[in-house]
């Protein structure tokens, strides 16, 4: 079993905002494999499927970014998972727009939802998929800018990488890791 989490907020308020990629990515897996995300446990919103032989977790923590930990840790623990069977999705301002970055282990690199998936987990041994939004034009506080809602011009290369996110997770499932950081590192 794996299981794969995109990280976020709950609320309409920041459905469609940057902060949300992970959000949007699992959403995009979801979507083009007929799923739903019904269940409701952890904290969170959740789904078990079956991709190709592989059982997978999709999960949206519903505890607001800077808890994303307390709602990954429980699910782990009732599934028995171990932190390689796990991948979280979240955003990067490091990275360019669209960009995505796959990576076995790493620091929270500021971000606060990674923090506490290190903090609830005991380790930064973790799959992860970085998605890139770029870094704001001009004198604009950080905070406004990731809860701020993609541009426009942005969305063809929006579409395009969490398309290519999310084949790269549905790749792993019948891939090891590492194989798909090669393949998807771009």
């Known amino acids: 079993m794996k299981c794969i989490v995109g990280l976020g907020n709950p609320g309409l308020k920041y459905r469609k905002t940057r902060h ?3 959000f949007m990515v699992v ?8 799923w739903k995300l019904d269940k409701r446990k952890f904290n969170g919103h959740y789904s078990i499927e079956t991709l190709g032989t592989e059982k997978v977790i999709l999960l949206k923590p519903q505890t607001y970014m800077n808890l ?6 429980p699910l782990m623990d009732y599934y028995d998972l171990t932190e390689d069977q796990v991948t979280v ?3 990067d301002l ?3 727009l669209g960009k995505i970055r796959l990576r076995q282990t790493g620091g929270h690199g500021g971000h606060n939802g990674v923090r506490s998936c290190i903090e ?3 380790t930064k041994q973790f799959n ?3 998605f890139g939004i770029g870094r704001p034009d001009g004198p604009i506080p950080v905070i406004d800018y990731v809860l701020g809602k993609f541009d426009k011009q942005d969305r063809e290369v929006l579409e395009k990488s969490i398309a290519a996110a999310a084949e790269s997770m549905e790749a792993w499932m019948s891939k090891p890791f590492p194989q798909v ?4 590192n771009q």
């Open 20 to 22: 949300n990629i992970g």
């Open 27 to 34: 959403d995009e897996i979801a979507n083009r494999n007929g």
């Open 68 to 73: 994303s930990g307390e709602s990954l840790k």
């Open 89 to 91: 999705i979240y955003d």
């Open 94 to 96: 490091d990275l360019p």
């Open 120 to 122: 609830q987990l005991g």
């Open 128 to 130: 992860r998929l970085r």
């Open 181 to 184: 950081m090669n393949e998807y």
